[in-house]
């Protein structure tokens, strides 16, 4: 069975710094998503940025950038420039390459950026 | 924009009450999904359907039900309410196409007294 785990239950960033959070996941699929999912408190949970396991190079979306490595099955998040709006909960995801398949969500890790 | 609405952020029922939380989306969806939300456990899934009259076990389904009579709705049931289901209640849809993200609703904080 696949896991997801997050070893940073909390974390916290000055405004303008970057932050990266980690995401390990355990699988034996050659093929799957990734995705990072950002809930900002009492509001929707949205999607922030997805990796598809077969292209190597490492998606980013604006301030948003992932450190995607196969091998050691980690899919960190890198925030630069963090912003007061990035405080939120982060959850990272794993999805097999299959259409009628279920999302692993790890145990998120809390973000809060300080002015 | 998706758009999924779940008919109540704020609910409190009794135990032992039939509890009904809905949801709906407006993009023609296949898939929806149902999610309990419990700090430091983060998202586990209850049920999924992924097309009309269909539904498959999560990982946490024991005390729950679903329906999914029409492809836009899909209704979590709580058969007889008991205080550990106390829990912020997520639902879910996305394209069938395996590449496509979940799509959530803003959730349901529901009690059990």
């Known amino acids: 069975a696949q896991t997801v785990t997050q070893s940073q239950p909390e974390m916290s960033v000055q405004e303008a710094e970057t932050v990266t959070l980690s995401c390990t996941y355990d699988t034996s699929e050659n093929n799957y998503y990734l995705f990072w999912y950002k809930q900002p408190p009492s509001r929707q949970m949205i999607l922030v940025i997805r990796?598809?396991?077969?292209?190597?190079q490492n998606a980013t979306e604006n301030r948003f950038s992932v450190n995607f490595q196969k091998a050691a099955k980690s899919f960190s998040l890198k925030i630069s420039d963090s912003q007061l709006g990035d405080t939120a909960m982060y959850f990272c995801a794993f999805m097999k390459h299959k259409s009628y398949d279920k999302v692993i969500f790890g145990p998120g890790t809390s973000l809060s950026v300080i002015p | 924009d998706v758009k999924v609405t779940q008919s109540s952020r704020y609910l409190v029922k009794r135990t032992g009450e039939k509890v009904f939380l809905e949801c709906v989306q407006d993009m023609d969806h296949e898939n929806m999904f149902w999610y309990r939300q419990d700090p430091g456990l983060g998202l586990r899934l209850i049920y999924f359907s992924y097309d009309v009259k269909m539904k498959e076990k999560g990982d946490i389904p024991e005390g729950y039900s679903v329906s999914r009579e029409k492809k836009e709705r899909f209704s979590l049931i709580l058969e007889s309410a008991s205080t550990n289901q106390t829990s912020m209640y997520l639902c879910?849809?996305?394209?069938?196409?395996?590449?496509?993200?979940?799509?959530f609703g803003d959730g349901t904080r529901l009690s059990i007294l």
């Open positions: 990796q598809e396991a077969y292209k190597q």
């Open positions: 879910a849809s996305s394209l069938r196409d395996g590449n496509q993200p979940q799509h």
